[in-house]
């Protein structure tokens, strides 16, 4: 088993409980975060110049025939639609409820009434009565534009992901609204549908000028797909119209993402200074080390280490730069500081036995993986390890079955999954469906692990399916363009399949892949760590 393998417990793409909070999440996580309900939503709902809400707005365009006609019907006025709307206009929600209502009297099914009557109730803060008047409104006349819209506006302010067929169903009426379109991104976005928000927020961008938080929502969403050249620009827009220590921080984790270390390192100087707080110098640590510059990395990493000295992330994030710089002592000479402040941190044990095995020092790894699983038994990561110090023992029947144990244990753990498959793809009479199964589920699980899209491309090719192995080194590639396994990957599905087109470039690719990996190796040897007192 390759010594990635063992490293991997060190990654940064490996989740822990942590992970659900936002500042357990990786640097870009925050702007994939669902926004608060309410917060700079409800404007999107007004029509400029008036203060109206959208259904109050199309309630006054359908009862203009009411206004012009009321002069002339004799005794109607008092139970006229159009005074509920003139009440509304005068900002007396109660009297507009109640002439809605006594109209409702006479004419219960009337869509346009139950329209005012939910509008007037929404105004009053009734929010629940006014769902309930335009949902009996809607029942009447489904595609009433004011019950849709006001029904939308409760929703969206709420946050429910009931708002998305609301609009959808406005959009069919309207396909060319862009406050509708603005609305439904941001519903889907927030549920995580950021594949389909993305064509809406398109169709919504002449609002962005006046909707800084939609630009942002838009920009997350990218972020959450990993469009990152795409987010660079969203972004860069936004600290050019609103510049903010938060614009600034996600520019540079766009630029970091795009390839771009050295420009996203320029970018965050600004927050790197005097005063620079924990989260902006740990993205710095990781954009510099990106940047190959190495000694910045740990000096930053460092002194988030001493304002934050409590955080474990952080002594792991530095335990991950020793070993990419084979200084595996160091690491370990830092999270024996970490242990100190936080003794029953079981990830801390987990990282320096991972550190010892780097070492070669099997009982010290074998002590502190227990450790750790005493300390938190559901804390799988603790016996992953141990399922690989047997395999560095070259005890791979004990290691598979303790995967295999563990798998039945975690059956959402990523890591586990992918550990599995490797463990299946190396054993003698393996079974290859069941390790491409469990490839298959760490990919799904952890979308970004480079190490299962490798893996499972080689199994395709392995199981004789080189059009899915080309499909995963396609996807690897397009995470990481230099990955060497990905290209050799892609070369041999295309020998099977005929397309010998493509492989004189590939074969130029690959090699230019290696140079780059031996200058990044080269890179990484040229420091080693050594520790100051």
């Known amino acids: 088993m ?83 709307l003139d009440r509304l206009q005068e900002g007396d929600a109660a009297g507009a409820l109640a002439a809605a209502q006594r109209a409702l009297r006479s004419a219960p099914r009337d869509c346009r009434l139950l329209s005012l009557q939910g509008v007037a109730l929404n105004t009053l803060a009734r929010r629940q009565e006014a769902l309930a008047s335009f949902d009996a409104a809607l029942a009447v006349c489904p595609n009433s534009l004011p019950a849709l819209e006001g029904a939308a506006e409760i929703e969206f302010a709420r946050g429910q992901e009931a708002a998305a067929p609301l609009l959808l169903r406005i959009l069919a009426v309207r396909p060319d609204d862009a406050t509708t379109h603005a609305m439904l991104a941001t519903t889907q976005g927030r549920e995580g549908e950021c594949g389909n928000a993305l064509v809406h927020f398109e169709r919504a961008r002449v609002l962005f ?90 000096a930053l990493l460092r002194t988030a280490i001493v304002l934050e000295p409590d955080r474990v992330d952080n002594y792991l994030a530095f335990a991950r730069l020793a070993d990419a710089h084979q200084s595996a002592q160091v690491g370990i000479d830092m999270i024996n500081a970490g242990l100190t402040r936080l003794p029953k941190a079981a990830p801390l044990f987990v990282s320096r036995g991972v550190l010892h095995v780097q070492m070669s020092q099997f009982a010290e790894a074998e002590a502190d993986f227990a450790h750790a699983h005493q300390l938190d038994p559901q804390l799988s990561l603790a016996m992953d390890a141990v399922g690989i110090l047997e395999t560095q023992r070259h005890e791979n029947a004990a290691s598979l079955a303790l995967f295999r144990e563990q798998a039945k244990l975690h059956p959402q753990d990523a ?38 899209l490798d893996l499972l491309a080689k199994l395709y090719l392995r199981a004789d399916q080189p059009a899915l192995a080309l499909e995963q080194a396609e996807r690897a590639l397009k995470r990481d363009p230099n990955d060497s396994l990905a ?43 050594t520790e100051t007192k």
């Open 2 to 84: 390759r010594r990635q393998s063992c490293a991997s417990l060190l990654s940064p793409w490996r989740k822990t409980r942590a992970d659900s909070s936002a500042r357990g999440c990786p640097y870009f996580c925050r702007l994939s975060m669902p926004r608060r309900p309410g917060v700079n939503n409800r404007a999107t709902m007004r029509v400029a110049g008036r203060g109206w809400s959208r259904a109050a707005w199309w309630l006054f365009l359908l009862l203009m025939p009411f206004v012009s006609a009321r002069a002339q019907v004799a005794g109607s006025a008092a139970d006229s639609p159009a005074v509920s």
């Open 487 to 529: 290209i050799y990957a892609e070369i041999r599905s295309r020998h099977k399949l005929g397309d010998e087109a493509a492989v004189p470039g590939l074969l130029k690719r690959l090699e230019l892949a290696k140079k780059t990996e031996l200058a990044r190796d080269q890179e990484s040897s040229r420091y080693r760590f």
């Open 209 to 298: 000028p006046a909707q800084p938080a939609l630009l942002l929502d838009y920009g997350s969403c990218l972020a959450r797909l990993e469009e990152w050249p795409e987010a660079e620009v969203v972004f860069a827009q936004l600290q050019t119209e609103q510049p903010s220590s938060e614009a600034t921080y996600d520019l540079a984790v766009a630029q970091w993402k795009a390839g771009e270390a050295k420009q996203a390192l320029t970018t965050l100087e600004p927050l790197l200074g005097a005063g620079a707080d924990e989260r902006s110098l740990v993205l710095g640590s990781s954009i510099a080390e990106a940047a190959s510059d190495t000694p910045r990395a740990v």
């Open 415 to 452: 890591l586990l999954a992918y550990l599995l498959a490797e463990a299946l793809s190396e054993a003698d009479g393996g079974d290859t469906a069941e390790a491409i199964a469990q490839a298959t589920k760490a990919c799904a699980l952890e979308p970004d692990n480079q190490q299962a």
